[in-house]
């Protein structure tokens, strides 16, 4: 799983100044660095979030954090690896996005989890493993924005 979300980070880091990674068995935290001013990096995440259709919970504009509510998202887009999914399992993500400024200039963190749990709501909600895609996902469209 580490491994997978390096090499996602490897390629990120191609175009940008860099990419850290840190991963646990249901939580994926990535982070780039990006030449451009932190109030634009931040106005960019907003608009991602947007875009990317994110159940926003809160924007803290005082501390640079936006966090989202539990959402479901479709097991095909491969978000995550649920191992033993059930025909009748949602599939939830929620994320913790923060920026944090240095000399070296903005940085963006995604903090992701997800989870399968039964639609009945009877049984256990299991942890599923982070695949990066969405935080990769992300990353790409933010840039995107930026570059706008």
Same mark, same amino acid.
């Given at each position: 799983? &580490?491994?997978?979300? &390096?090499?996602?980070?490897?390629?990120?880091? $191609?175009?940008?100044?860099?990419?850290?990674?840190?991963?646990?068995?249901?939580?994926?935290?990535?982070?780039?660095?990006? =030449?451009?001013?932190?109030?634009?990096?931040?106005?960019?995440? /907003?608009?991602? *979030?947007?875009?990317?259709?994110?159940?926003? %919970?809160? /924007?803290?504009?005082?501390?640079?954090?936006?966090?989202?509510?539990?959402?479901?998202?479709?097991?095909?887009?491969?978000?995550?690896?649920?191992?033993? *999914?059930?025909p009748d399992?949602?599939?939830?993500? %929620?994320?913790? /996005?923060? &920026?944090?400024?240095?000399?070296?200039?903005?940085?963006?963190?995604?903090?992701?989890?997800?989870?399968?749990?039964?639609?009945?709501? =009877?049984g256990v /909600?299991?942890?599923?493993?982070?695949?990066?895609?969405?935080?990769?996902?992300?990353?790409?469209? $933010?840039?995107?924005? &930026?570059?706008?």
């Amino acid at each position: 799983m &580490l491994h997978r979300t &390096l090499v996602i980070c490897f390629f990120a880091s $191609l175009s940008l100044m860099g990419c850290q990674a840190h991963s646990s068995r249901q939580t994926v935290v990535m982070s780039w660095q990006y =030449a451009a001013d932190a109030e634009d990096v931040w106005q960019a995440a /907003i608009k991602t *979030a947007d875009e990317m259709k994110l159940d926003v %919970r809160n /924007i803290d504009a005082a501390h640079d954090t936006i966090t989202t509510n539990w959402q479901q998202f479709d097991m095909y887009q491969d978000y995550a690896d649920c191992a033993g *999914a059930l025909p009748d399992a949602d599939f939830m993500m %929620r994320h913790v /996005i923060k &920026l944090t400024t240095s000399d070296a200039g903005p940085k963006l963190t995604v903090q992701s989890s997800f989870r399968m749990e039964r639609e009945s709501g =009877a049984g256990v /909600i299991t942890p599923c493993d982070s695949t990066g895609k969405f935080e990769k996902r992300f990353h790409d469209k $933010l840039e995107k924005t &930026l570059k706008k």
